[in-house]
């Protein structure tokens, strides 16, 4: 959520800051703006409330030009979406500033500048930042040690960048609690919320650290500590590619993603595993040593990751013989926790700046787990840089909100810690190069399920003037099944549920009608008999039922006017994840036929770096 791109060169910096903006949409926001310092020496400023397109409607009719300049998009947290709230913020007709997070102690510094004489034009949290460096250039300092001033007074999380008229060749930024980034060019400098805002312009990237304050010029950046002293903050070139970002010949990029998945599992799981076993050192050369001693296991992770977490108890419980928590971040970081010997901390998040597991991770290590553990998809994230151990799930850009190959190749990587710590618990060699083959297996297996589209297109006709529907699953596709809701609701704005199928009886038969379709997922194992007494229930209720069955299961809906549609899943250990594409795609196209906007879903965000 937020997205803030910000450039010093010996170019027009216009055309990039807008440029960036658009590779920021998938954040999620509600209003758009840039500020730059012209030829003249003047501070202009353009805002837009909606889409960036509306800034560019601006641009076109209104030109602005200059070398230097900032802009965002917003997520409203402080007052409603509209012009006058979106960033830039200006203050004294001098300093411009934007920013991604909360101040906690807003109210408090506003009553104070107010008292100074500083009138405030938003509802933002964010005006106060800008008025606190005009206050501190007012007293005679430059721009670093201003901003350095101002961000001491602050409480809470924030990313910013700040620039001043009156030194119009440079710019400054800091961060807590939020990500930043410095692009390294020839003759230019940028700062961004994440790479994906300035791939176009650069490769080489520098990662700011919690506390830092950088300054940066055409020619030049330097960077202080949370300490105030100067920091070396290694440069990073980056793996992405700006054609990762475009959305090609598909009409929204999570149509583009979930196709993606085949490879994006592949390269998950390539040079990891052997023809039986797990390669050594995938998770750090300190692993081992760690893994060896761990006893039990505590995932923390939020949305579609705590998906993935649930998915993994059952595998580290059935097949690691390790027991296994897993906890909402934000919940598991406001309660008192106890954590038994030799407990490994896993951490998952797409992003790696999601705040919730990003505290959650931090307090972690106040409470003596053996160790830290990361499963993330962006290499340079504060997730994977703050963590003992990582596994980095090489999903590639994910720009739809509603994660896709995100979920699938946290579940790949999950799939390889549980091989391992079974390995390591003494799992029947056999038994484990049997479960080493079948994950080697799921990429093709997922491209066979991305086969099903058409059919599922069709089914998704009967979901159009729906307002509710249930999911059921047992055992292991129980998260799978809380996952195919949460991406209904999510795109389609289609009230979902999640019930372990056991439960019908215990609440949820209540609603079952001819209005209330019925999502099913049917693999071939111990728990089908159980299913297909509860599908009988929803049938003798009237309910239309859509059924997901494994190939080999033996599911009939007997002319009922349900729907079966059949899966190769290839065994019980990857089916989680073979039967999560259908699922995505029936959201997906239910979506597309209700004309909701399917890659930005409203109200929603793509990284949520804020509580």
Same mark, same amino acid.
């Given at each position: 959520?937020?997205?803030?791109?910000?450039?010093? &060169?010996?170019?027009?910096?216009?055309?990039?800051?807008?440029? =960036?903006?658009?590779?920021?949409?998938?954040?999620?926001? @509600?209003?758009?703006?840039?500020?730059?310092?012209?030829?003249?020496?003047?501070?202009?400023?353009?805002? &837009?409330?909606?889409?960036?397109? +509306?800034?560019?409607?601006?641009?076109?009719?209104?030109?602005?030009? =200059?070398?230097?300049?900032?802009?965002?998009?917003?997520?409203?947290?402080?007052?409603?979406?509209?012009?006058?709230?979106?960033?830039?913020?200006?203050?004294?007709?001098?300093?411009?500033?934007?920013?991604?997070?909360?101040?906690?102690?807003?109210?408090?510094?506003?009553?104070?500048?107010?008292?100074?004489?500083?009138?405030?034009?938003? #509802?933002?949290?964010?005006?106060?930042?800008?008025?606190?460096?005009?206050?501190?250039?007012?007293?005679?300092?430059?721009?670093?040690?201003?901003?350095?001033?101002?961000?001491?007074?602050?409480?809470? $999380?924030?990313?910013?960048?700040?620039?001043?008229?009156?030194?119009?060749?440079?710019?400054?930024?800091?961060?807590?609690?939020?990500? *930043?980034?410095?692009?390294?060019?020839?003759?230019?400098?940028?700062?961004?919320?994440?790479?994906?805002?300035?791939?176009?312009?650069?490769?080489?990237?520098?990662?700011?650290?919690?506390?830092?304050?950088? #300054?940066?010029?055409? @020619?030049?950046?330097?960077?202080?500590?949370?300490?105030?002293?100067?920091?070396?903050?290694?440069?990073?070139?980056?793996?992405?590619?700006?054609?990762?970002? +475009?959305?090609?010949?598909?009409?929204?990029?999570?149509?583009?993603?979930?196709?993606?998945?085949?490879?994006?599992?592949?390269?998950?799981?390539?040079?990891?595993?052997?023809?039986?076993?797990?390669?050594?050192?995938?998770?750090?050369? @300190?692993?081992?040593?760690?893994?060896?001693? !761990?006893?039990?296991?505590?995932?923390? $992770?939020?949305?579609?990751?705590?998906?993935?977490?649930?998915?993994?108890?059952?595998?580290?419980?059935?097949?690691?013989?390790?027991?296994?928590?897993?906890?909402?971040?934000?919940?598991?970081?406001?309660?008192?926790?106890?954590?038994?010997?030799?407990?490994?901390?896993?951490?998952?998040?797409?992003?790696? #700046?999601?705040?919730?597991?990003?505290?959650?991770?931090?307090?972690?290590?106040?409470?003596?787990?053996?160790?830290?553990?990361?499963?993330?998809?962006?290499?340079?994230?504060?997730?994977?840089?703050?963590?003992?151990?990582?596994?980095?799930?090489? &999903?590639?850009? +994910?720009?739809?909100?509603?994660?896709?190959?995100?979920?699938?190749?946290?579940?790949?990587? *999950?799939?390889?810690?549980?091989?391992?710590?079974?390995?390591?618990?003494?799992?029947?060699?056999?038994?484990?190069?049997?479960?080493?083959?079948? %994950?080697?297996?799921?990429?093709?297996?997922?491209?066979?399920?991305?086969?099903?589209?058409?059919?599922?297109?069709?089914?998704?006709?009967?979901?159009?003037?729906?307002?509710?529907?249930?999911?059921?699953?047992?055992?292991?596709?129980?998260?799978?099944?809380?996952?195919?809701?949460?991406?209904?609701? #999510?795109?389609?704005?289609?009230?979902?549920?999640?019930?372990?199928?056991?439960? *019908?009886?215990?609440?949820?038969?209540?609603?079952?009608?001819?209005?209330?379709?019925?999502? /099913?997922? /049917?693999?071939?194992?111990?728990? %089908?008999?159980?299913?297909?007494?509860?599908?009988?229930?929803?049938? /003798?209720?009237?309910?239309?039922?859509?059924?997901?069955?494994?190939?080999?299961?033996?599911?009939?809906?007997?002319?009922?006017?349900?729907?079966?549609?059949?899966?190769?899943?290839?065994?019980?250990?990857? $089916?989680?994840?073979?039967?999560? %594409?259908?699922?995505?795609?029936?959201?997906?196209?239910?979506?597309?036929?209700?004309?909701?906007?399917?890659?930005?879903?409203?109200?929603?965000?793509?990284?949520? !770096?804020?509580?």
């Amino acid at each position: 959520m937020c997205g803030i791109v910000a450039a010093t &060169a010996q170019r027009d910096v216009v055309p990039i800051l807008i440029a =960036g903006l658009n590779a920021l949409e998938y954040r999620g926001y @509600d209003s758009a703006g840039v500020a730059v310092i012209d030829a003249g020496g003047a501070l202009q400023r353009m805002r &837009a409330a909606g889409k960036v397109r +509306e800034l560019e409607a601006q641009y076109a009719s209104r030109p602005l030009a =200059g070398v230097t300049g900032i802009a965002h998009t917003r997520w409203a947290t402080h007052g409603v979406p509209s012009e006058a709230n979106a960033h830039p913020h200006v203050s004294g007709g001098r300093v411009a500033v934007v920013h991604n997070g909360i101040i906690e102690n807003h109210a408090e510094l506003r009553g104070e500048l107010q008292r100074a004489g500083y009138e405030f034009h938003s #509802e933002t949290d964010t005006e106060v930042i800008g008025h606190l460096v005009h206050s501190g250039l007012a007293r005679g300092l430059d721009l670093l040690a201003a901003v350095q001033a101002a961000i001491a007074r602050l409480q809470g $999380a924030y990313a910013i960048a700040v620039l001043d008229r009156e030194e119009p060749d440079r710019i400054v930024g800091a961060r807590r609690g939020s990500p *930043l980034c410095v692009g390294i060019g020839i003759g230019e400098h940028f700062l961004g919320s994440d790479v994906q805002a300035l791939i176009k312009v650069t490769h080489q990237f520098a990662y700011l650290e919690e506390g830092d304050v950088v #300054e940066i010029t055409r @020619d030049a950046m330097r960077i202080l500590g949370a300490d105030g002293r100067p920091a070396e903050r290694s440069v990073h070139e980056s793996e992405f590619s700006a054609d990762a970002v +475009e959305r090609g010949e598909y009409r929204h990029y999570m149509l583009k993603e979930i196709f993606e998945q085949p490879a994006a599992i592949a390269n998950t799981l390539e040079g990891r595993i052997g023809q039986d076993h797990v390669l050594p050192n995938i998770f750090g050369v @300190d692993a081992e040593a760690v893994l060896s001693r !761990t006893r039990r296991v505590q995932i923390v $992770a939020c949305g579609t990751s705590y998906h993935a977490g649930l998915v993994a108890r059952y595998w580290l419980e059935g097949v690691a013989g390790i027991p296994c928590s897993v906890e909402v971040a934000s919940e598991y970081r406001y309660r008192h926790v106890v954590v038994s010997p030799d407990t490994l901390f896993v951490a998952i998040s797409q992003s790696g #700046e999601t705040a919730d597991t990003l505290a959650a991770l931090r307090e972690g290590r106040q409470h003596g787990y053996l160790g830290s553990l990361a499963i993330c998809n962006v290499p340079e994230s504060s997730l994977v840089r703050e963590a003992d151990l990582r596994l980095m799930t090489r &999903a590639g850009p +994910e720009i739809g909100v509603a994660s896709t190959k995100a979920f699938t190749t946290q579940l790949a990587a *999950l799939a390889l810690l549980v091989l391992e710590l079974a390995r390591l618990n003494g799992i029947e060699p056999a038994r484990h190069a049997e479960m080493v083959a079948e %994950l080697a297996s799921l990429p093709r297996l997922v491209g066979e399920a991305l086969t099903l589209e058409p059919a599922i297109a069709r089914l998704a006709e009967r979901f159009v003037n729906k307002h509710h529907a249930l999911f059921l699953g047992r055992g292991v596709q129980y998260p799978v099944a809380m996952e195919g809701a949460l991406k209904l609701k #999510e795109i389609s704005y289609i009230h979902a549920e999640a019930y372990p199928a056991g439960e *019908l009886k215990h609440g949820p038969l209540a609603l079952v009608d001819k209005d209330m379709p019925v999502i /099913a997922v /049917a693999p071939n194992n111990q728990l %089908l008999e159980k299913l297909k007494s509860n599908l009988e229930e929803v049938r /003798a209720r009237g309910g239309e039922l859509i059924v997901f069955a494994d190939a080999g299961a033996d599911v009939s809906l007997n002319g009922t006017g349900g729907s079966l549609l059949t899966i190769e899943s290839g065994g019980h250990f990857i $089916a989680p994840a073979v039967f999560t %594409l259908p699922l995505q795609l029936l959201a997906y196209h239910v979506a597309v036929l209700r004309g909701t906007d399917v890659d930005q879903p409203r109200n929603l965000a793509k990284s949520v !770096t804020v509580e």
